[in-house]
């Protein structure tokens, strides 16, 4: 079964450029979250879609914004990149929503995307 | 804010036990411990996770206290591999909610 794929793997644009990152779950998954990470403070929840509806949101500026499609594809959007927006993003998907005892609230995570803003 | 704390750090020799302390006094009753790993540069990796009773699968082994306010991850035989930040993790197993607090993690240097 193919992972969580993320695309592109590394992106490098300038301040006031947008960027749109995509993530692809696992088969059957329909539950996408993504996350930054970095160094200083380090992995930090943006939000979740489940169902092609925004489930869950992290304390990120308006800036940020996601979706999802029917087929549980997600991407996900930054608009007026400040250098700070420089991180690795991280994309998980789990099969919450079909929750069951073996599935128990796993969380699977691609390798991610690194954004640069120069 | 995470609900765990963990050492900033450890090291540990190749081939002995690693085994990684993480404290979560706050854990509700309906709460598990999960652990994940992070490779340099990679996506976390799930590893294991319990709610009371002590787990073992064919990565790991997890030993939660009686009282469930701490817990230990154990990897029995260390490799270079293991060489990583390891994040214990507390949250309900069946929730509709998929969000993840993550703290900042022990971070294993594997010794050769």
């Known amino acids: 079964k193919a992972g969580v794929t993320q695309t592109p793997r590394y992106l490098i644009k300038t301040r006031g450029q947008q960027v749109t990152l995509s993530c692809s779950p696992i088969?059957?998954?329909?539950?996408v979250s993504w996350y930054q990470q970095t160094p200083g403070q380090g992995l930090q929840f943006l939000f979740e879609?489940?169902?092609?509806?925004?489930?869950n949101k992290g304390n990120f500026p308006g800036r940020f914004s996601g979706r999802q499609f029917s087929n549980s594809r997600s991407e996900m959007n930054v608009s007026t990149l400040e250098l700070g927006d420089s991180a690795l993003y991280l994309c998980?998907?789990?099969?919450?929503?079909?929750?069951?005892?073996?599935?128990?609230?796993?969380?699977?995570f691609g390798a991610g995307t690194r954004l640069s803003v120069l | 804010d995470a609900k765990t704390t963990q050492p900033p750090s450890m090291d540990c020799a190749e081939g002995r036990a690693a085994n990684l302390p993480c404290n979560h006094s706050?854990?509700?009753?309906?709460?598990?411990v999960y652990w994940y790993r992070q490779i340099h540069s990679q996506g976390p990796q799930y590893i294991i996770h319990?709610?009371?009773n002590n787990e073992t699968n064919e990565m790991a082994s997890l030993i939660i206290t009686e009282d469930r306010k701490s817990s230990t991850l154990i990897l029995p035989h260390a490799t270079l591999r293991d060489t990583a930040v390891y994040y214990c993790?507390?949250?309900?197993?069946?929730?509709?909610?998929?969000?993840?607090?993550f703290g900042k993690g022990t971070r294993l240097h594997i010794l050769p």
């Open positions: 998980a998907s789990s099969i919450t929503g079909q929750a069951t005892l073996k599935a128990k609230n796993i969380q699977y």
């Open positions: 879609y489940f169902s092609e509806t925004q489930r």
């Open positions: 088969s059957g998954h329909r539950s």
């Open positions: 319990g709610l009371k």
């Open positions: 706050t854990i509700s009753g309906n709460e598990y």
């Open positions: 993790i507390v949250r309900v197993a069946f929730n509709r909610d998929d969000k993840i607090i």
